[in-house]
């Protein structure tokens, strides 16, 4: 065999011998790195985003934190007592303090945690809530202590950027609503370090300037982080201690900031904050640009009102009028001829009717014989009343005595007075006496 083969085949170089080794056990071998870990990097801090978060049944918490290059696993065990605790979960950016070890069981080097805080927005929106509730405490939000706006302000102190998007809005609709307002700048940043102590020195120095109506502190829009200047503490004491009323005006519609509790008057943007504090002077001059038109309106309403009454009291005395009331007389004639003439009609041919049907009874009846019965019903009913008439009384004998003066029939003797005038009427002739007794 050549001595280049024999190279390629010969491993006692790179092997000792037997007896030189030092064989570990899987066990004894992450039991090393264990220690060797635990020893040499021992308590950190990480940052990273918390993924694969599953919390067990047991109280203890498991996740992942990563970032753009790597990942590490997690423990949090159910006795570790900590703040924000809570707030762990998938795609939440966190600072975490713990102890690195292995795992032994599965041979995975993790972290067990022993602190946790929130980066970012999550971090921030804490410390906003903490110093929100410190300050509620301390009374800085109370409604009570609030001022109301001036309704016609005459000069303003205007707390923000003199390069900003705020104050270009804010003089635009000052200008457009009410040009004669005068206007303070006290020029800051309005984020960034530092920020926050040259708005509260902004502040301070338009209270010692004076003689100002309100001051407006404002900003335009932008992230939690580009807020956060007016979220200070030295902001919200600043505002609180300010001898002159405060607007705060920061950010969009949907942002709050800390210093917006404490202000007197919140406004949503730069822009309406500005259509407040000018609400009342524009409000005027509108009215009295209108007031002119307003008032030739009501002259014609009231000479339309005018004209109608008029017309109506014309309608009234044309009504009340003599020759109207004759006309309407003449018109009630001419109603009552015509109507007499649709009756006299109307009983014409109703007789008609009447007559033609009986003249039918009449032809169906046989006319003579009716008439035949009807003249001895006649007789009949005359020998009757001949013989019941006082004619036929009276020539019995009979007599019927009455006052002379009235023609009263006398029936009761008791009635007559003496000296009364009597008339006795005979079958023929009358007597003419006077009464006695």
């Known amino acids: 065999m050549s001595k280049q083969s024999k190279s390629q085949w010969d491993f006692g170089e790179l092997f000792p011998a037997e007896q030189t080794r030092k064989i570990f056990s899987v066990g004894e071998l992450t039991e ?15 940052s990273g985003e918390v993924t694969n978060f599953r919390a067990q049944s047991s109280g203890h918490i498991y996740f992942t934190l990563k970032d753009a290059s790597a990942q ?10 900590m703040p924000h605790r809570e707030l ?12 690195v070890t292995v795992y032994e069981a599965r041979g995975n080097y993790q972290i067990i945690v022993r602190a946790v805080e929130l980066q970012g927005v999550g971090a921030l929106q804490i410390q906003f809530e903490k110093l929100k509730q410190k300050l509620a405490a301390e009374g800085l939000f109370a409604p009570e202590r609030k001022r109301s706006l001036p309704k016609f302000p005459q000069r303003i102190g205007l707390v923000t950027s003199p390069t900003g998007a705020a104050i270009r809005d804010v003089l635009h609709v000052i200008q457009r609503r009410n040009p004669a307002l005068e206007i303070i700048l006290a020029p800051c940043r309005v984020q960034g370090d530092g920020a926050a102590r040259e708005i509260s020195k902004a502040i301070q120095l338009l209270n010692e300037f004076g003689n100002l109506d309100l001051i407006l502190v404002t900003r335009g829009g932008g992230s939690m982080e580009d807020l956060w200047a007016f979220n200070e503490e030295i902001v919200a004491r600043a505002i609180f201690e300010s001898k002159i009323l405060v607007v705060s005006a920061v950010g969009h519609e949907i942002d709050f900031t800390i210093s917006d509790f404490v202000a007197d008057i919140r406004a949503a943007t730069p822009s309406a904050a500005a259509e407040i504090i000018t609400e009342g002077i524009f409000s005027s001059c509108k009215f009295l640009s209108q007031c002119g038109e307003r008032m030739r309106q009501l002259f014609r309403q ?29 018109q009630r004639l001419d109603d009552l001829q015509n109507s007499l003439s649709r009756c006299a009609k109307h009983g014409a041919r109703h007789s008609q009717i009447v007559l033609r049907n009986l003249s039918e009874r009449l032809h ?15 007789r009949q009913i005359q020998k009757q009343l001949n013989l019941l008439g006082p004619e036929q009384v009276l020539s019995r004998g009979y007599s ?27 079958k023929t002739g009358d007597i003419i006496s006077k009464a006695e007794k």
Do not use: Y
């Not at 090393?32 to 990480?46: A, M, N, P, T």
């Not at 014309?314 to 009028?321: K, V």
């Open 72 to 81: 590490i696993s997690c423990v949090l065990f159910r006795g570790e007592t």
């Open 32 to 46: 090393q790195i264990r220690r060797l870990l635990e020893k040499q990097i021992g308590s950190i801090w990480i």
């Open 302 to 330: 009231q000479i339309k009102d005018k004209e109608f009454l008029l017309e109506q009291v014309s309608q009234r005395l044309a009504r009340a009028h003599p020759r109207r009331k004759f006309q309407n007389w003449l």
């Open 400 to 426: 019927i005595t009455m006052d002379a003066g009235s023609g009263k029939v006398l029936r009761d003797a008791k009635k007559i007075a003496a000296g009364q005038k009597l008339k006795t009427r005979l």
């Open 88 to 99: 762990i979960s998938d795609g939440q950016k966190i600072l975490v303090q713990g102890d």
């Open 364 to 378: 169906r009846i046989r006319p003579s014989q009716f008439l035949k019965q009807r003249r001895e019903q006649l």
